[in-house]
């Protein structure tokens, strides 16, 4: 009876194969884990966070933001909690006057603001910051830097 098998050749460039596509998957999950760091101020934008500092209230339907610190605030993200759930907008989708070129310091923003039955806004600071790709955006951290209303 004459056996058959896979020729030494073959099972070389298999195993090759193999490597090489296992190589690429542990290469492509590193590279997931990393995050480019985002630069503002010679500092890493996580710690510029904490120097971000803004006031706020909501008063009849208006949301009133002045910024004290020296941070300009690029955007505001808005998180809205009602009953059990949340939902998180950027604030130029509620309201359009807010400044294009961010809040700088000592500016201040006022506008109408529809928040629909929510129970609580945080608001999260969002910085702009320049890294190898150009210029990106940073969301702050809400637990260390979000701002808590209680509607």
Not at 7 to 36: K, N, Y
Not at 139 to 149: P, S
Request: some cysteine.
């Amino acid at each position: 009876m004459e056996k058959k098998g896979v020729s030494p050749v073959i099972a070389t460039v298999l195993l090759i194969a193999i490597v090489v596509v296992i190589g690429l998957i542990i290469f492509q999950w590193f590279r997931g884990m990393t995050q480019e760091s985002i630069i503002k101020f010679d500092k890493n934008v996580g710690l510029v966070c904490s120097d971000v500092n803004f006031d706020t209230r909501y008063s009849e339907n208006i949301l009133y933001i002045t910024n004290n610190g020296n941070v300009p605030i690029y955007r505001m993200r808005i998180k809205l909690s009602s009953d059990g759930s949340h939902e998180t907008k950027d604030l130029t989708d509620l309201s359009s006057s807010w400044p294009e070129s961010g809040l700088n310091q000592g500016g201040a923003f006022s506008s109408e603001i529809d928040i629909s039955n929510a129970n609580e806004i945080i608001l999260i600071p969002v910085l702009r910051g320049g890294s190898e790709l150009g210029e990106r955006n940073y969301v702050c951290d809400e637990k260390q830097h979000g701002y808590e209303l209680i509607v």
